[in-house]
Nanobody
Framework: QVQLVESGGGLVQPGGSLRLSCAAS????????MGWFRQAPGREREFVAA????????YYADSVKGRFTISRDNAKNTRYLQMNSLKPEDTAIYYC??????????????????WGQGTQVTVSS
């Protein structure tokens, strides 16, 4: 049984920063990608960032490139999303997820197998 628990969300002013954490427990082997997605009210769930487990290669949505950084701490079995220069349009529920298969696009949320419960990020003055 895999459990992913996000934390670190909250209310921040435009231009501010937050760091989201995703603590993993249970089956953490056979992970191919670990990703962060977000969903704003009335909108589709969208890709934010991903990291390939084997070599640490990272991938970002154009909307967050240069502002967000995905990382991992294998010793703590925790993954992070550092978010800087936040904008109101970054407001959403943020989810961490794991993709255990090689096939399928890392950008497509339906390809991911395990999900956290989500953490709310609100960017507002």
């Amino acid at each position: 049984q895999v459990q992913l628990v996000e934390s670190g969300g909250g209310l921040v002013q435009p231009g501010g920063s937050l760091r989201l954490s995703c603590a993993a427990s249970g089956r953490t082997f056979s992970i191919y990608h670990m990703g962060w997605f977000r969903q704003a009210p009335g909108r589709e769930r969208e890709f934010v960032a991903a990291i390939r487990w084997s070599d640490g290669n990272t991938y970002y949505a154009d909307s967050v490139k240069g502002r967000f950084t995905i990382s991992r701490d294998n010793a703590k079995n925790t993954r992070y999303l550092q978010m800087n220069s936040l904008k109101p349009e970054d407001t959403a529920i943020y989810y961490c997820a794991q993709k255990r298969g090689y096939g399928g696009s890392k950008y497509d949320w339906v390809m991911y197998d395990d999900w956290g419960q989500g953490t709310q990020v609100t960017v507002s003055s």
